[in-house]
C-alpha cells in the first residue's frame, strides 16, 4: 500500500501546461521534456516560488494538436496538478523532469498567457476529488489480475517491453495509473480515465479498453487469414 502523502497547499490560480495525449493521475509519476520556451518560464518560475511548493498542473486541450498548443486552445474541465520531484538541466535550453501527480481539479475559468512569460494560468477547484490525496487501503485491488493478464497481450500486440517482475509487484495505484498514463490510448480515452470517480472504476474502464483493442487485434488477424 501507498503511504499517505505529506499534505499540500494548493493555490486556487495555477499555472498549467496543456498537452494532446498526455494526462497525469494521482500517484502517478511523469516523465517530460521541456524545450518550448514559455514552459521552460514555467519551470524556471515553478521552482523559484516558494509558494508554488514546485506544482503546475496538466491538462489536455480538446481539440488534439500534434505540435505547439494554441495560446487560446480550449481545455478539458479536468486536470491534474503535479509536483516536480525530479529536476535536469543537461545546459542545452531544455530541462527533463518528472512530475508526481497529486491530485485532479476542475478549471473554473482559464486566463491567457502572460505576454512575459508565455504560459497559462487557470482558476482551479480541488473540493470534489478530495479522495484523490489518499491511497487506497488495498494493495490488490478489483480487476488486477484481469487487468495483468490482458496488459500481456494488449502489450505483445503492441511491441512494448515491460519489466514484469515490476509490474507484478507494483501497488494497485502505482500499476492503474501508469497504464492510465502510459498507453498508446486516444487522447478522448485518456481524459476519460482521468475524469473516472475513483480507481475501481478506471481499473474496470482499463479492462474494457484493452479487451476492445484485444479483439479488434483478433478481429484484423481473421480478416488477414482470407
Known amino acids: 500500500m501507498l503511504g499517505v502523502r505529506t499534505p499540500f497547499q494548493l493555490s486556487s490560480r495555477i499555472p498549467v501546461f496543456p498537452l494532446t495525449g498526455t494526462v497525469l493521475m494521482p500517484f502517478g509519476h511523469l516523465p517530460l521534456n521541456i524545450f518550448e520556451p514559455r514552459y521552460v518560464n514555467l519551470i524556471d518560475d515553478t521552482l523559484g516560488s516558494a509558494g508554488t511548493a514546485r506544482m503546475f498542473g496538466m491538462v489536455q ?33 531544455h530541462y527533463l523532469i518528472t512530475l508526481q501527480g497529486i491530485t485532479r481539479f476542475r478549471i473554473l475559468h482559464t486566463e491567457l498567457p502572460h505576454p512575459d512569460r508565455g504560459y497559462r494560468w487557470v482558476q482551479a477547484n480541488f473540493k470534489e476529488f478530495e479522495d484523490d490525496l489518499n491511497p487506497t487501503e488495498r494493495n490488490d485491488g478489483p480487476g488486477r489480475t484481469r487487468i495483468l493478464e490482458l496488459m500481456r497481450g494488449y502489450f505483445g500486440d503492441k511491441d ?44 474496470h474502464m482499463l479492462i474494457s479498453l484493452f479487451e476492445m483493442s484485444n479483439m479488434d487485434n483478433t478481429l484484423d488477424a481473421g480478416l488477414l487469414k482470407h
Request: charged share 25%.
Open 61 to 93: 486541450p480538446r481539440t488534439a494538436h500534434t505540435g505547439s498548443v494554441p495560446d487560446d486552445a480550449e481545455l478539458y474541465s479536468i486536470g491534474t496538478i503535479g509536483r516536480i520531484i525530479q529536476f535536469n538541466d543537461p545546459g542545452d535550453g
Open 160 to 203: 512494448i517491453e515491460a519489466d514484469w517482475d515490476a509490474v507484478s509487484e507494483a501497488p494497485y495505484e502505482a500499476l492503474v495509473a501508469s497504464l492510465a498514463m502510459s498507453c498508446p490510448f486516444e487522447p478522448e480515452e485518456k481524459q476519460a480515465l482521468l475524469e473516472c470517480k475513483n480507481q475501481e472504476e478506471r481499473a
